[in-house]
């Protein structure tokens, strides 16, 4: 079961990053991205206040099946742990955080500038 749910954490993980890299490009999914980019920015600064700035649920929970499995020493942000595992290089865990709060950021920009019909007075493009 923990070796399921290790690869539905690295599945589910890369799927939602993607998601909000690039939902906003799909107009049907341009809500939804909007509600799930917010929804990160809540969770890395809202409950970053509770447990550290940057803090993700999936990366909480997957951390645990992965102790449950064995494995530690595992790096506080999913994106280092993948881009290690998926790169010949140790990546630098400041830079990988400034990259990820940057990308962030800039799609949580996309979702409100690809939202902008639900602004007051706004009719929905054509």
């Not at 993607?18 to 890395?44: D, E, K, Q």
């Not at 449950?68 to 999913?78: A, C, I, K, M, V």
Request: charged residues 15%; hydrophobic residues 55%.
């Amino acid at each position: 079961m923990w070796v399921f749910l290790d690869l539905f954490f690295v599945v589910f993980h890369a799927t939602l990053i993607l998601f909000v890299l690039a939902g906003w490009a799909w107009r049907p999914l341009r809500r939804l991205h909007l509600l799930v980019t917010a929804s990160v920015l809540i969770s890395w600064f809202g409950l970053g206040v509770l447990y550290g700035v940057g803090y993700c649920p999936s990366t909480d929970w997957h951390w645990r099946v992965k102790q449950e499995l064995g494995q530690t020493n595992l790096p506080r942000s999913w994106v280092k742990y993948y881009l290690d595992r998926t790169t010949p290089w140790d990546w630098d865990p400041f830079a990988v955080d400034l990259l990820v709060v940057a990308i962030g950021l800039a799609a949580f920009a996309a979702a409100v500038w690809s939202n902008r019909d639900l602004r007051p007075g706004r009719k929905p493009p054509v």
